[in-house]
C-alpha cells in the first residue's frame, strides 16, 4: 500500500509545478523499465519534460496498472517503527490509519519537504513567499511586483525566466 501525502499521485511531481518546471535529464529517464509494453505505448513530447508531462506520466502508469485502490492520498507517514519480535513495520498516517508491513520503502529524501529559509525577517514578511517545492496549483500572478529569488539549481535556472515574462 501507498500513503501520498499530495492529492494527486506524482511524487515530486505533483508538488514541483513552478513555472518552468522541467526535468534536467532526459525524459526517458523517467521512465519505469519494468514493462517493455509500457515503454512503448508512451511516447515523450519533449526531451527534457515538463512537470504537467511527467505528472500525467505519473498518473498513466498509476491507472495502466490498476494501482489507484492501492493508494491513499492525502496521508502524511506519521510513524514507521520496526517491531523486532514481529518482524514487521507499524505504520501509522496522520489520518489514523495503522498497518503492518513486511518491508517498508520510505520515499523520501531532500526533495520532500519544502526547507523554509531562516532569513531574518524572513516571520514578518508581509509579501508574498513561494517555493518551488509547494507552487500553489493555482496561477500565480507576480506582474508588477518585484521579485526576490534565493537559489539558482534547476529550480531557480527554470523559473527566473518565466518570472520574468510576467
Request: hydrophobic share 35%; charged share 20%.
Amino acid at each position: 500500500h501507498v500513503f501520498e501525502q499530495g492529492e494527486g499521485a506524482g511524487g515530486t511531481w505533483f508538488w514541483n509545478r513552478y513555472p518552468g518546471a522541467r526535468c534536467d535529464v532526459p525524459s526517458m529517464q523517467y521512465s519505469y523499465s519494468f514493462s517493455s509494453e509500457l515503454e512503448q505505448e508512451w511516447d515523450w513530447q519533449e526531451t527534457q519534460a515538463p512537470q504537467e508531462e511527467i505528472e500525467r506520466y505519473a498518473n498513466h502508469v498509476v491507472d495502466r496498472f490498476g494501482l489507484r485502490d492501492g493508494i491513499t492520498l492525502g496521508a502524511r507517514v506519521t510513524s514507521a517503527v520496526w517491531d523486532e519480535a514481529a518482524q514487521r513495520w507499524m505504520v501509522e498516517t496522520d489520518g489514523g490509519a495503522q498497518v503492518s508491513a513486511r518491508f517498508c520503502v520510505m520515499a523520501t529524501g531532500f526533495l520532500s519537504a519544502p526547507l523554509k529559509p531562516d532569513f531574518p525577517g524572513i516571520d514578518t514578511f508581509e509579501g508574498l513567499s513561494l517555493q518551488t517545492g509547494n507552487w500553489p496549483r493555482e496561477p500565480v500572478d507576480l506582474s508588477g511586483l518585484r521579485v526576490a529569488q534565493f537559489g539558482t539549481g534547476s529550480s531557480g535556472a527554470q523559473t527566473l525566466p518565466e518570472i520574468a515574462k510576467m
